[in-house]
């Protein structure tokens, strides 16, 4: 017996394929190693490469990367974010200002520089 023209089929959902599974794992080693890899560069870099393309800007923004590079250079947690952290940990500090009288008794701002 025939099925009327007018009834369709529906198609039922399709299990992944083994291909596209290792497809999926593939990219996520992939992903590791190169976070593995960036932790080993400094902050200047790390900047200069998430300016290339949209993937590195991605990848750079991971907060792992970030807490690996504070960690390493001893930087402390002063932010939620770690990317935050380490910029402020490593930002330059003012220099102190010692105040002296010259010979005129002018009061003179003198620079020191930080430690």
């Not at 198609?11 to 590791?32: D, I, M, T, W």
């Not at 890899?37 to 949209?54: F, H």
């Not at 940990?89 to 020191?112: F, G």
């Amino acid at each position: 017996m025939k099925k009327p023209k007018d009834e369709k089929k529906v198609k039922e959902p399709k299990e992944p394929r083994k291909e596209e599974a290792e497809n999926v794992f593939s990219a996520l080693r992939k992903r590791y190693l190169v976070l593995k890899i960036l932790e080993y560069l400094p902050a200047k870099d790390l900047v200069a490469l998430s300016k290339t393309c949209r993937y590195f800007d991605r990848i750079v923004k991971i907060e792992n990367l970030w807490k690996a590079l504070c960690l390493r250079e001893n930087a402390k947690r002063v932010h939620k974010s770690w990317r935050v952290s380490y910029a402020k940990s490593k930002a330059p500090k003012p220099a102190k200002k010692e105040w002296q009288i010259n010979n005129n008794n002018n009061v003179v701002a003198q620079e020191i520089p930080a430690i």
